[in-house]
């Protein structure tokens, strides 16, 4: 475990603000604890319920945070999955569940996958219905990658805005 951090956002009872501030406070001061920039993070357990809310609040938090090192589009090399496509949303437990996915990445070199994941497209947006554009960063779909992993991000985030976020790396 080489960093953590946690925020508060308090932005709805249930619904995360959505550019995800509270999750990017939290992933900014996880990487400030570790001694870390953005590119050297491999790959992000992310919190994704598949819910179209929290989903987009997640990746915009991601964008903000890790840039280009995150956009497909741009060469990015971050890897993001949901494990909970695989296990359900355990509650208390899924958080635990994903941080043993994120130590099994940095020991052997395998992501996860987002099961399921046939269009990577938060949906349609709950307040217009328009429908929101393709995430812009490598959601594992369907099945697992294999890629060395030196650090890898567990995001883990709750109803009222609790956000925690911790890094594990490769003991040198």
């Known amino acids: 475990m080489v960093g953590y951090a946690n925020s508060g956002d308090a932005h709805h009872i249930t619904a995360p603000d959505p550019a995800g501030s509270g999750a990017a406070r939290s992933m900014r001061w996880a990487l400030r604890d570790a001694g870390l920039n953005p590119t050297q993070i491999d790959y992000v357990s992310a919190h994704g319920t598949s819910t179209p809310l929290g989903d987009k609040a997640e990746v915009e938090a991601v964008m903000s945070i890790f840039g280009d090192h995150a956009r497909k589009s741009r060469g990015g090399k971050l890897l993001m999955s949901s494990t909970k496509s695989m296990h359900g949303h355990c509650l208390g437990a899924s958080g635990a569940i994903e941080m043993i996915a994120c130590v ?17 497209a938060a949906g349609r ?7 929101v554009e393709p995430f812009d960063v490598d959601l594992v779909p369907l099945t697992a990658k294999e890629r060395p992993t ?23």
């Open 104 to 120: 099994h990445a940095v020991r052997s070199g395998v992501i996860a996958p987002t099961i399921n994941l046939h269009n990577a």
């Open 125 to 131: 947006d709950p307040n217009t219905k328009a429908v």
């Open 150 to 172: 030196r650090y890898a991000m567990n995001n883990t985030f709750g109803f009222g805005g609790h956000n925690c976020t911790l890094i594990v790396g490769r003991y040198e």
